[in-house]
């Protein structure tokens, strides 16, 4: 199906019943230059994508569904906007692997589409490296089913990369007795704590310490809204971005 120059850009969701998809299908059916042309769920099938001619899928499943997601969407000439988590450093190179033969298409991977969230680890990772110990608090609703978050993990290895680039050393402590998890999970070195309580949104701290200062990065999304202006720049940026970009950093001009 070929689009008009004044045509909306037709935009597959995946997930659209859960938390996050209700709210993209309501961000792109309000944007003039967009249009859902399918709404799938778990109950859905890939094939409504092709018959409805997507151009672009954003996806917001779970992270065991989502790699069977992208290689329909790769194989079918569709753009990928995703922010399901569990991306590790092989699923990314698979999807290389799959977009190899389709050098047209973009897939944008973002642990977190919330502009604050995205500002809140460009400020981590300046800070990195003037600061001996670094422990990351992340705070999230109960249905979470993973831990530590995307962007915690994310923001650990942003951290992680700064600190050695500057020859830092995981900092000290006196810690030498704990109960299993007490001092959290160590991701490159960071250690993440997470914390999930009905009531709570997605919340990052990043705590960095120094002899007489601490220094506190802190975001808030309070409300799921908070990650939509990302997404629909991520739409509309992924059409002119061939292969793979992990970071809405790499799409925003910050
Ligand atoms: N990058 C970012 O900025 C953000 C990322 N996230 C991430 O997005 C993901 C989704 O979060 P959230 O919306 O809260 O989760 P939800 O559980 O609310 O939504 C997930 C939805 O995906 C559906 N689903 C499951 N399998 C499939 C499939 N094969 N095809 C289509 N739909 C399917 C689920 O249906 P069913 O319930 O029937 O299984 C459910 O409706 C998580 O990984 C989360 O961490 C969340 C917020 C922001
Ligand atoms: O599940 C969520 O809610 C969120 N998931 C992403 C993550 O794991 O980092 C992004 C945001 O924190 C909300």
Request: net charge negative; charged share 20%.
């Amino acid at each position: 199906m070929t689009r008009g120059e004044n045509d909306p850009i037709r935009v597959g969701v995946l997930g659209a019943h859960g938390q996050m998809g209700t709210q993209v299908v309501k961000a792109v059916t309000a944007a003039p230059d967009l249009t859902v042309a399918a709404a799938i769920d778990s109950d859905g099938a890939l094939s409504e994508l092709t018959d409805a001619g997507a151009e672009v899928v954003v996806d917001f499943t779970r992270p065991n569904v989502v790699m069977d997601n992208l290689r329909f969407a790769t194989e079918h000439g569709i753009h990928a906007v995703v922010g399901t988590t569990g991306f590790t450093e092989e699923r990314l190179d698979t999807l290389r692997e799959w977009l190899r033969p389709h050098p047209e298409l973009g897939v944008l991977i973002a642990p977190n589409f919330a502009l604050g969230a995205v500002l809140a680890m460009r400020f981590a990772v300046q800070a990195a490296r003037y600061y001996e110990s670094v422990e990351i608090v992340e705070l999230h609703h109960n249905r979470k089913a993973d831990a530590p978050s995307g962007t915690a993990a994310h923001t650990a290895a942003l951290i992680g990369q700064a600190r050695r680039e500057a020859g830092l050393k995981p900092g000290a402590d006196a810690t030498t007795s704990e109960l299993d998890g007490a001092r959290g999970a160590l991701v490159e070195d960071v250690r993440v704590h997470s914390v999930r309580l009905p009531g709570l949104v997605a919340h990052e701290e990043i705590l960095f310490g120094a002899p007489g200062e601490t220094l506190t990065v802190r975001h808030d999304s309070l409300d799921r809204v908070s990650f939509m202006p990302g997404v629909l720049v991520g739409v509309r940026e992924v059409l002119r971005r061939p292969g793979l970009t992990v970071g809405l950093e790499n799409v925003l001009d910050l």
